[in-house]
């Protein structure tokens, strides 16, 4: 079975292009399908023994999302051997995943952005960096993976807009001017002193002059939350949400934002439809004198 996770990875990458965290996720959901299997081959599995992982899942206080997660890759890995003549079923097929409640995103107000986006402060090489980083994240809702994959060559700061790619899939996004000023307060003032080899290529690096990674950031953004006083738990998504929120709260069309966040299914983008929509029956509930 190894060799079929192994090609499927291989298929995944170089036909399918997706990305590394969905390829992550695929093989890691598989590869504890094939540890629980033990000696059973590939082609004896039948839609009984995929519910019973699925109640073993459940047994173990795994999540509905993740057991309905773990299906999924399950049923696209099968779709694979399918096509490959690996197997002749998918077993998967008719096994009926768990109703998985959907929870609304959560987003700061506009002045929990404010607070947060103000505490870095612009005395140090890391102020300058931490303040771009967080600027341009609300600024344009990229994924926290997208802006530690970010080249210098990737902004334009005089046209104000930055270029994401993402699975193969590249979109510019604009910026607004604060961002703009933050990106170039670093670049010119603080990028070209932390940078130990010219000729790196990371937008933002980290104190020894290499790419920023996805933990640097997460132990950043952190560290502003404490630093705020703001008691939600914000992650670099608490950002992407954000931002899809206040645009379409200030009138932003749902196209634009599927658009600038790098929605392939317009479906993703509508959640911030039932949010907003949500946040302003709390808003009426709660200032209207007769409701």
């Known amino acids: 079975m190894q060799d079929y996770i192994g090609a499927f990875e291989r298929y995944l990458r170089d036909e399918k292009n997706r990305s ?7 093989i890691r959901d598989i ?17 009984e023994k995929v519910k019973a992982y699925m109640d073993a899942l459940t ?17 696209c890995f099968y779709r694979y051997l399918i096509d490959s003549g690996a197997v002749s079923s998918n077993p998967v097929k008719n096994v009926t995943p768990l109703k998985v409640e ?19 402060k612009c005395t140090d090489l890391k102020g ?48 607004y001017p604060a961002a703009v000023r933050s990106l ?9 002193k932390m940078l130990r080899d010219p000729s790196q290529e990371a937008l933002f690096v980290n104190l020894n002059g290499d790419r920023m990674s996805r933990q640097g950031f997460w132990k950043i953004i952190k560290h502003y939350q404490e630093s705020s006083n703001i008691r939600k738990q914000i992650t670099p998504h608490t950002l992407r949400h ?12 749902l196209r634009s934002i599927q658009e600038m966040l790098g929605h392939s299914d317009i479906s993703s983008t509508q959640v911030y439809v039932t949010l907003v929509n949500k946040r302003l029956k709390d808003v009426y509930n709660r200032a209207h004198p007769r409701a």
């Not at 047994?59 to 049923?75: D, E, F, I, N, P």
């Not at 954000?242 to 069309?253: I, K, P, Q, T």
């Open 184 to 192: 170039s307060d670093y670049t010119l003032l603080a990028r070209v």
């Open 128 to 175: 300058y960096r931490d303040r771009a980083m967080l600027e341009l994240l609300y600024a344009t809702g990229i994924r926290v993976s997208e802006l530690v994959s970010l080249n210098i060559s990737d902004i334009n700061l005089s046209a104000s807009f930055i270029r994401c790619r993402n699975a193969g899939k590249e979109r510019i996004v604009p910026l």
């Open 102 to 120: 959907r929870k609304l995103p959560q987003v700061l107000t506009s002045k929990e952005v404010d607070l947060l986006l103000g505490q870095p």
């Open 59 to 75: 047994a173990q206080g795994k999540s509905q999302a993740t057991v309905t997660r773990s299906m999924a890759s399950l049923k």
């Open 20 to 26: 590394e965290n969905t390829l992550l996720s695929y």
């Open 242 to 253: 954000s931002f899809a929120a206040h645009l379409l709260e200030n009138g932003a069309d």
């Open 31 to 47: 590869s504890q399908f094939k540890r629980y299997l033990g000696d059973v081959d590939i082609k004896d599995v039948g839609r």
